[in-house]
């Protein structure tokens, strides 16, 4: 099956104030989120993408247009409201600090599976509806592209260390201890029998090898030997 960078957006002026965004408009990147976003795209840039998907909320759309931009070809791009940000309800728009203080707040933080924001979404739902919104997009990209493509799905904090849980089948509840930062990028493959989670939350690095990557299988005992790229066979002893 194909290969899906998950990259969270960039720094926003929200981030910077410490305010809970949620789905409120007109919350863009701020100048270091512009610079993550790029730093993000140059990392993928030597890796073609056969899509890139996006929530539909600004901070998204900017990150997902940094990745076109240093794509030699350009892939297509999709907005999908299944991988927006969680529906906060009452809590949206509010500072975090003052959010640490409701009871619901140690309920997000040790039980994240019986979390239900006030007129709002439970986390629960969040991450069912962006694992199927991944999914779905995953079997389309290996419909279309073959199971050697490589996609992103650009997306929010929250939405990613969900869909990575599910990947590493932990329960909700422990999803908490997944940390996805800014303009970061995690890998998943989705193979037959069970997904691989090949990197969690990088921040730096030349993506470029995993067009090296091998078929997702059974997994090598003792970890085998990793994707082999061009350059590194200038480096093997002669046979």
């Not at 795209?41 to 240093?70: F, I, K, N, W, Y």
């Not at 906060?88 to 933080?109: H, I, N």
């Amino acid at each position: 099956m194909p290969t899906v960078l998950l990259v969270r957006h960039g720094r926003t002026t929200a981030n910077a104030s410490g305010i809970l965004a949620g789905r409120a408009e007109g919350v863009a990147l701020d100048a270091m989120g512009r610079e993550q976003a790029a730093r993000a795209a140059g990392r993928v840039a030597g890796v073609p993408l056969a899509r890139v998907v996006t929530s539909p909320l600004e901070r998204c759309r900017q990150t997902a247009q940094a990745l076109l931009d240093h794509q030699t070809v350009t892939p297509e791009l999709v907005t999908e409201q299944g991988i927006t940000e969680c529906d906060y309800g009452q809590w949206q728009g509010r500072a975090l600090k003052d959010l640490a203080q409701e009871p619901l707040w140690s309920v997000v933080q040790t039980q994240p599976s019986a979390a239900v924001f006030p007129d709002g979404e439970s986390l629960a739902a969040m991450q069912a509806r962006s694992v199927e919104a991944v999914r779905r997009h995953d079997a389309e990209v290996a419909a279309r592209h073959g199971a050697d493509a490589v996609w992103a799905a650009v997306s929010h904090g929250d939405v990613i260390k969900s869909v990575l849980a599910g990947a590493l089948g932990m329960h909700l509840d422990l999803f908490q201890r997944i940390v996805v930062g800014p303009a970061s990028i995690s890998i998943v493959r989705y193979g037959q029998h069970r997904p691989e989670v090949v990197a969690v939350n990088t921040d730096a690095g030349d993506l470029s090898w995993l067009g090296a990557a091998a078929p997702v299988g059974d997994a090598p005992v003792g970890g085998g030997v990793g994707p082999v790229r061009p350059d590194d066979l200038s480096d093997l002893p002669p046979s």
